[in-house]
């Protein structure tokens, strides 16, 4: 099958693509870039490019994300801190990617138990591992053309990438900011979606 990953850090997934022709970008691609290609299917993993309905239907709908997030929850940019900072659902999901930035169908997904003693950085390492492993089942799996995609519930939350400029005070660490710090910030300033 000849794939297309847009990825800027591929390495984790090429691994399971090995039987597959897999050509790697980062870079805004269109439908002609496809059909340049002869590409009949999208992974997209960390890329940071709107996807465009006509490159969408280029592959027939057969266009995938990867996401860092238990969807409809976090959809958009830095889901791992939105997770704390907001106290909701933490885990990684696999969907069919549709107009609208991380609203299509859901293929898998998993919920994933991470210790508020983690920081941003590990916690980020730990749900990078998730997605990863859960696209390997999901792609060598003898069945994934026949898995059924489920419609998102409503509900659920949508962050910007620039949402995350008022934090920057607390994130005094960086990415070694304890994620603790994070949702004890969220909790006191109302910020929990969750309880």
Not at 40 to 53: A, D, L, N, P, W
Not at 64 to 69: A, E, G, I, Q, R
Not at 125 to 154: C, H, M, Y
């Amino acid at each position: 099958m000849n794939v297309l990953l847009l990825s800027p850090y591929p390495d984790r997934i090429l691994q399971f693509l090995a039987n597959d022709d897999v050509t790697v970008t980062d870079k805004i691609i269109d439908e002609n870039f496809l059909l340049n290609i002869g590409c009949e299917q999208v992974i997209s993993y960390g890329y940071r490019h709107k996807i465009t309905k006509a490159t969408i239907d280029a592959v027939n709908g057969m266009a995938f994300n990867l996401h860092t997030s238990l969807l409809p929850w976090n959809r958009g940019a830095d889901p791992n801190f939105w997770s704390w900072i907001e106290n909701s659902p933490k885990g990684v999901s696999i969907h069919l990617i549709s107009e609208i930035i991380d609203r299509g169908p859901i293929l898998t997904q998993r919920e994933v138990g991470i210790s508020e003693h983690e920081t941003l950085s590990s916690s980020y390492e730990i749900l990078q591992s998730e997605i990863a492993e859960l696209f390997g089942s999901f792609w060598l799996s003898k069945s994934r053309n026949s898995t059924v995609a489920t419609p998102q519930i409503d509900g659920g939350t949508y962050h910007k990438s620039d949402g995350i400029d008022r934090f920057r005070e607390l994130l005094s660490q960086g990415h070694e900011t304890r994620c603790s710090e994070i949702k004890r910030y969220g909790q006191l300033h109302g910020l929990w979606v969750n309880g």
